[in-house]
């Protein structure tokens, strides 16, 4: 079954939400084979893939590149793209031409937007274009500057009243759901409780609608440290690097190939 924004909205209430980021086909049709119901090519594939520093220096070109990889190698899961920094801030016609590219050129199902009350106008744009849209307040990594460092969001009351206005502004402008990154786990939970749209959490503790985790992260690729949010559910840096160590090793020792391998 193809999930869509409108199915993946209905499961709130019934079954809780798993997605995972994908950068490229391959990753995309693991997590598709998984059952798991969306995959969101996240902005995170400028750190977890490309090598920059933040999320600031990923391009329209980049992530339509890498969405219609994912949606290549997708058949069931819902395919959402994040818009990456200033694809959609300085107008509300040039976030429907970019959010335009990742449905028509790479086969996206869905866009995400950071960003609260200051999106609503430009949300019920798109949704009114046709555009399903994937909200996302909290921790947005796009504002790392402004925000000055990766820190749990909502921490004050008067923080947590924003966050609350900022996620009924993007539930009344259309959304279909909305990701919350780095809230206190109570926060998490009232404004999912609040919500007839289903919240995704990501460091947003277990009140939250659905969940969604880095795909390097849930399997612990990188080999660095990660988040107090994520959990390794498996441990593949050190099996990667043991497995590229036994090719190197039989390569120099000439027992790769053996003659199984050999015409
Ligand atoms: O870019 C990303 O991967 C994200 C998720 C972590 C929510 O925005």
Redesign the pocket.
């Known amino acids: 079954m193809k999930w869509t924004a409108s199915k993946l909205k209905a499961l709130k209430g019934e079954t809780k939400i798993s997605m995972v980021?994908a950068y490229d086909a391959l990753t995309a049709a693991l997590i598709d084979d998984a059952g798991i119901p969306a995959i969101?090519v996240?902005?995170?594939?400028g750190m977890t893939v490309l090598g920059y520093e933040t999320?600031l220096p990923v391009s329209m070109n980049e992530m339509v590149h890498h969405t219609a990889a994912v949606s290549r190698g997708t058949q069931n899961a819902l395919v959402i793209a994040?818009m990456p920094f200033m694809s959609y801030q300085p107008s509300v016609e040039m976030a429907l031409e970019n959010a335009g590219r990742f449905l028509k050129e790479a086969h996206a199902d869905a866009v995400?937007i950071?960003g609260g009350a200051i999106r609503a106008e430009l949300i019920e744009s798109l949704v009114a274009n046709g555009i399903p849209v994937l909200g996302?307040i909290g921790l947005t990594?796009q504002s790392i500057k402004e925000m000055g460092g990766y820190r749990v969001q909502g921490k004050t009351s008067e923080q947590a009243r924003q966050l609350m206005d900022d996620a009924m502004a993007i539930e009344q402008a259309g959304a279909f759901a909305l990701?919350l990154?780095c809230v206190p786990a109570e926060l998490g939970e009232m404004i999912s409780k609040a919500l007839t749209i289903p919240t995704?959490g990501?460091g947003a503790g277990g009140g939250c609608d659905g969940q969604?985790l880095?795909f390097t992260d849930l399997l612990g690729i990188s080999g660095k440290p990660v988040p107090k949010f994520v959990k390794h559910y498996a441990h593949l840096h050190g099996q990667i690097i043991e497995a590229l160590n036994g090719y190197k090793s039989e390569v120099e020792s000439g027992t790769f190939p053996a003659d199984e391998n050999t015409y």
């Open positions: 980021t969101l996240g902005d995170s594939l999320t994040d995400k950071e996302h990594p990701v990154e995704i990501i969604v880095v």
